[in-house]
C-alpha cells in the first residue's frame, strides 16, 4: 500500500503529520536534538514566552505522582526579544512550521508579544497559553472566564496575521464555553488541555512537596480528562483541535483524533522516552497502513459516529 | 544518547547502597567524570519519570559502566530489583561533568554519604594525571562509607569521618578541612547541601578554586523542562541555572548558598 496522506492543516498551518510537541516540555527544540530529528516532527511547539524575562518558581518545581507529574515552574523563559535573538533564527533553519507559545500578565502584553513576534518572522503559529496554573497573575486567570478568555483572543488576532491557537485550561466547570468564546472572538486553531490544578504533601517535613505550594498535573494520569475536553469541544465548535495530555504513544494519539484532534502534542512522555513523539508518529502511520486508511483526516473526530 | 545496555553485576554493598555495572562502550567512551546518566527505573508508568544518577566509573576499555546508588524511593527500589541480564535503559552521558586541573596541582576531594559516587570517577583521573590526592569521606556511620577500598587501592590517602564516631573521626568531615585547605590549590566536593555549604565557605575563606556537584529533583535531564533549578550569582545577582545542564558542577563561588 502506498504511505498514507498524514498532513493536517491547524487553522492555515501545514503539518506533514499531526505529531508536536507540547509546550514547556520539549524547550526550544535543540534540547532534543540528540534524540529527535525535529524535522520530522508535524510542528515544533516551543516554550512559554512572556514580554519580560521570568525567574519562575522555588524549588521543588516537580513532583512524581502515580502514572503524573505535578510541575510549577512557573513560566521562566528569557523573554521574547532573547527568544527573537537567540532561538527566532535556529526557527527559520527547521523545515517544519514552529509554535511559539505566549503568556502575560495582562491582555496587552499577550498583544506585545503577538506583535514582536510577527515582525521578527520565522513563527509560523501563536499558541495562547491563557491556563498556566502556576503564576500570579494573568494565566489561567485569562482562561477560566468566557469573556476574558475572548478579549485575549482578540487583542492577539488584532496584533498579528499570524495563526493564533488558544490553549484551554481543563480547570473550568464547562470548557466548552470557553472554547465557544474564543472561537467568535477569531481563534484559529485551540490546544487542549493544559496542566490540572493539583498539589502533594511531604508526609515527612509536613509540609507541601512543591516550592510553589501547588502546581500543574500532566501525564498519563490526566489522559481520560483530556480525551473528554477534546470530545466535548469537537462537538461544540469547528475549530481544529491540538490535543494533548498524557499522550504517551501512537494508540493514546489515536484516541484524541477519534475524538476530534486534528494534530496532537507529546509533552511529559518527552521526559520518559526522548524519541516519544517520532515513535507516536511511526505508530499512526503504522495503524493507518494496518487499517487501509489512506488519509489521517478521514480519522478526525471519527469515534463521533455519523 | 538513548540506550540499552545490559547488566553484569549488581549488588548490595550495605544497608541500601547498591552498586550495579553494566555494558555499553559508547558511554563508556563518553562519559567524564561528574557526569550522570538518566536511568528508567521499572517498566510501568509509576514511578514516571527517570532517576539521575551520577557516574561512579567508566571502564573505556571493558566499555562498562558503573552506578553505586542509595534506594531512597520508588523508583530506586525498583532499580535495585534489577538482575544481571537485564537491559537498562539509559539517557546519556548528561550534564556538565568536573573540570580536571593541572596535572601539578594538589588537589582535596571532599565526600559526604552517597556523595562519594562521582568522586570516585574524578579521584580514578586525578590519580592517573599525577596530580597529589587527599581525600576526605564523612558518613552517618560506617556503614555509610563507600568505596573506601576502592579509594585507597589507588593509592590514595583517605581521611574518614562519621557522625556516630564507628569509624574515623567523631564528627563532620568538615572539621578535619581547615588545616590542610590552605595547603592544597583545588577542591573538589559531592554531598549533603549543608557539608558543601560548609566546604565552600572554607574554600572561599582560604582561597582555593572548589567545585561542588548540586543535586534537585529532576524532570528531563536535559535542559528542557527547567525543573531542576539552582540558584547561581551572576555579577552579585542570584538566578535560576539547570542543574542538568548547566550543573551538576558548578564552581562553589556561584552557588548562593542562602537560597
Known sequence: ???????????????????????????????????????????????????????????????????????????????????????????????????????????????????????????????????????????????????????????????????????????????????????????????????????????????????????????????????????????????????????????????????????????????VNPRATIEVKQGIERYLIENGIKNINDLIGAAHGN | MLLNGKLITHKNIAGDYYLMEFKSHELAEAAGPGQFVHVKCGSTNDPLLRRPISIHKADKDKGIIALLYRVAGKGTRLLSLMEPGDLLDVMGPLGNGFQLPKPSEKVAVVAGGIGVAPLFFLVQLLVNAGNDVQMYIGARTSQDLLAVKDIKKLGVDVKLATDDGSAGYHGLVTDLLPEKLQKVDRIYTCGPFPMMKSVAYLANKYNVPAQVSLEEKMGCGVGACLACSCKIKINGESVYKRVCTEGPVFNAGEVDWEC
Open chain 1, 1 to 271: 500500500m502506498l504511505k498514507p496522506n498524514l498532513a493536517v492543516d491547524i487553522g492555515g498551518i501545514v503539518m506533514q503529520n499531526p505529531v508536536t510537541t507540547a509546550s514547556g516540555t520539549f524547550g526550544f527544540g535543540r534540547e532534543y536534538s540528540e534524540y529527535v530529528s525535529i524535522n520530522e516532527l508535524g510542528a515544533l511547539v516551543v516554550k512559554g514566552t512572556t514580554l519580560y524575562p521570568r525567574q519562575g518558581n522555588a524549588v521543588p518545581r516537580i513532583a512524581e505522582t502515580p502514572a503524573g507529574v505535578l510541575n510549577s515552574i512557573g513560566l521562566q523563559n528569557p523573554g521574547v526579544d532573547y527568544l527573537i535573538e537567540h532561538y527566532v533564527p535556529f526557527f527559520k533553519s527547521l523545515q517544519v512550521p514552529v509554535i511559539v507559545n505566549i503568556s502575560g500578565e495582562t491582555v496587552e502584553e499577550y498583544a506585545a508579544v503577538a506583535e514582536k513576534l510577527d515582525k521578527a518572522g520565522g513563527v509560523a503559529g501563536i499558541e495562547v497559553n491563557i491556563s498556566c496554573p502556576n503564576v500570579k497573575k494573568g494565566g489561567m486567570a485569562f482562561g477560566s472566564d468566557p469573556a476574558m478568555a475572548a478579549e485575549v483572543t482578540k487583542a492577539v488576532k488584532s496584533s498579528t496575521t499570524i495563526p493564533v491557537i488558544i490553549k484551554l485550561s481543563p480547570n473550568v466547570t464547562d470548557i466548552t464555553k470557553v472554547a465557544e468564546a474564543v472561537a467568535a472572538a477569531g481563534a484559529d486553531a485551540l490546544s487542549l488541555i493544559n496542566t490540572l490544578l493539583g498539589m502533594a504533601i511531604d508526609i515527612t517535613t509536613r509540609r507541601p512537596v512543591l516550592g510553589n505550594v501547588m502546581g500543574g498535573l500532566s501525564g498519563p494520569a490526566v489522559k481520560p480528562v483530556a480525551l473528554r475536553a477534546v470530545w466535548q469541544v469537537y462537538k461544540a465548535v469547528e475549530l481544529p483541535i491540538i490535543g494533548m495530555g498524557g499522550i504517551s504513544t501512537a494508540e493514546d494519539a489515536l484516541e484524541f483524533i477519534l475524538a476530534g484532534a486534528a494534530a496532537v502534542a507529546v509533552g511529559t512522555a518527552n521526559f
